[in-house]
C-alpha cells in the first residue's frame, strides 16, 4: 500500500504510542509495527486509513503497555517517562504530535490501567469522539465514557496548569539549578511550592533517591546534599531546553559527558515538582554528548 497515508499520520501515530507507553523507543517500534500492518492490509477493504492506522498503533501499543508494566513494577526508584527534549531557542516542527503529553500527565496516566490510559489519551491529549475510541478499543460508546469517568477520577487533576509565562518558567528553572549549586538551602527553599515534590530516575545505574522526596525544605536539602557529595567536575556545561514543552536544564561536562537533565514543573510562581534524569542506559537519545 502506498506510504502517503502513513507518513502523513505517522506523527499522529507517535504520539499516541508515546502517551500510552511513556518511551518514545517502544513507541517507535510499535509504529514500525503499525507500518508492517498497513503494508499487510487490503488497500479496498480500508475506507478511512487514519482510523485503520491509530486502531492498529493503540492495539499495538496497549499489547507492550501490559507487558512494560511488569518491568516497571521491578524498577530501581521512580520510574519516570522518558523525556522528549527540544531546543526552546530553534523552535521547529515537531515529528511527533505530543504536545499535550507534558511529564505531570503521563505521570498521572501511570495511575490508570492500560484501557483506561487509552482512552484519555485518545479523548483528552487527541481530541478523538468517543465514538471513535469506541471503535479503536472494540467498546460502546457509553462504556467508554464510563471509563474516562473513572479514569479522570484516578488520575486526579490531569489539566496543564502553564498560566506563568515561558520567560519567567525558564528564569525560575535556572534559578533552581544555580541555588542548587552553589549550596543555598534558602535560596532553594524560596523558589518551591510547599509542597514541592522532586522525583530522581537513577535506575540504579547512577546515585539518585529511590523514593520521592515531599516538601520545599526535604527538596532544597536534597539538591544541597546531593551537590555536595556528589563532586561534580569543574567544567559543568548549562543547556536549556524545553522537556515535554516544560522548562528544563541538560548538565554535561566538556571532560565527561552527560550529567544529568533537570526538568521543571510550575505552577503559580513557584516550582511544584522537579524531575531529574541521570540515567543515560535508560535515555540514550536524551542525552548528546558536548
Not at 520521592?212 to 548549562?238: E, H, I, N
Request: aromatic share 6%.
Amino acid at each position: 500500500m502506498s506510504g502517503d497515508a502513513f507518513t502523513a499520520c505517522r506523527p499522529r501515530l507517535l504520539g499516541i504510542a508515546y502517551g500510552l507507553l511513556g518511551e518514545l523507543t517502544e513507541a517507535e517500534d510499535a509504529v514500525q509495527d503499525a507500518w508492517l500492518r498497513w503494508q499487510g492490509a487490503d488497500a479496498e477493504a480500508i475506507r478511512n486509513p487514519e482510523a485503520f492506522l491509530v486502531t492498529v498503533t493503540t492495539r499495538l501499543a496497549l499489547d507492550r503497555l501490559r507487558s512494560a508494566r511488569a518491568r516497571r513494577e521491578v524498577y530501581v526508584g521512580p520510574w519516570l517517562p522518558e523525556p522528549l527534549l527540544s531546543d526552546p531557542e530553534t523552535p521547529e516542527t515537531k515529528a511527533i504530535e505530543a504536545e499535550a503529553l507534558d511529564l505531570a500527565l503521563l505521570g498521572a496516566l501511570e495511575r490508570l490501567n492500560p484501557v483506561e490510559r487509552a482512552v484519555l489519551v485518545l479523548r483528552d491529549a487527541f481530541d478523538l469522539e468517543y465514538a471513535e475510541i469506541a471503535d479503536v478499543l472494540d467498546r460502546t460508546p457509553a462504556g467508554v465514557r464510563q471509563i474516562a469517568k473513572r479514569a479522570r477520577d484516578h488520575a486526579g487533576d490531569t489539566s496543564r496548569r502553564r498560566a506563568v509565562d515561558e520567560e519567567e518558567r525558564q528564569r525560575l528553572a535556572e534559578a533552581f539549578m544555580v541555588a542548587s549549586l552553589s549550596g543555598d538551602v534558602d535560596g532553594l527553599r524560596d523558589l518551591l511550592a510547599a509542597d514541592a515534590v522532586m522525583y530522581s530516575d537513577g535506575g540504579g545505574v547512577v546515585t539518585a533517591a529511590r523514593k520521592p522526596v515531599y516538601g520545599a525544605d526535604k527538596v532544597a536539602r536534597f539538591m544541597v546534599g546531593v551537590q555536595r557529595k556528589s563532586a561534580w567536575p569543574s567544567d559543568p556545561v548549562f543547556t536549556r531546553v524545553l522537556v515535554n514543552g516544560d522548562p528544563g536544564i541538560r548538565m554535561d561536562s566538556s571532560s565527561e559527558g552527560f550529567l544529568g537533565i533537570v526538568a521543571i514543573q510550575v505552577a503559580e510562581g513557584a516550582i511544584e515538582a522537579v524531575r531529574i534524569f541521570s540515567n543515560p542506559e535508560r535515555f540514550p537519545a536524551a542525552f548528546p554528548r558536548v
